[in-house]
């Protein structure tokens, strides 16, 4: 059974950092990607920071130079680093991966089938 669970959210003043962490169990192959995702009240979901097979990271242009993606295989983790964090930023935030592609067989768009069930980042 493959599970995400998502930690380290919380409430922070503007300018402060948060670090979240995803921590993945019931798998041990390479997802096709890996990443985070947040959404806020009555907007839609986005991408903020996602880290192919390839080790490619890519993020958005609303947090990049602010955030940082990282992979530790020794336990499974992909964690967030975000500092100077905004009022904007706030928003739950989910982890996601692709288990279902791999990039021998497979070029297409990362498409997360599993998900995390969100942890709350809150900036004022």
């Known amino acids: 059974h493959v599970q995400l669970v998502e930690s380290g959210g919380g409430s922070v003043q503007a300018g402060g950092s948060l670090r979240l962490i995803c921590t993945a169990s019931g798998y041990k192959y390479t997802e096709y990607c890996w990443g985070w995702f947040r959404q806020a009240p009555g907007k839609e979901r986005e991408e903020v920071a996602r880290r192919d097979q390839d080790g490619i990271t890519h993020y958005s242009d609303a947090v990049k130079g602010r955030f940082t993606i990282s992979r530790d295989y020794a336990t499974n983790t992909l964690s967030l680093r975000m500092n100077e964090l905004k009022p904007e930023d706030t928003a739950m935030y989910y982890c996601?991966?692709?288990?279902?592609?791999?990039?021998?067989?497979?070029?297409?768009?990362?498409?997360?089938?599993?998900w995390g069930q969100g942890t709350q980042v809150t900036v004022s």
């Open positions: 996601a991966a692709d288990l279902l592609h791999d990039a021998r067989w497979y070029a297409g768009a990362c498409d997360p089938n599993v």
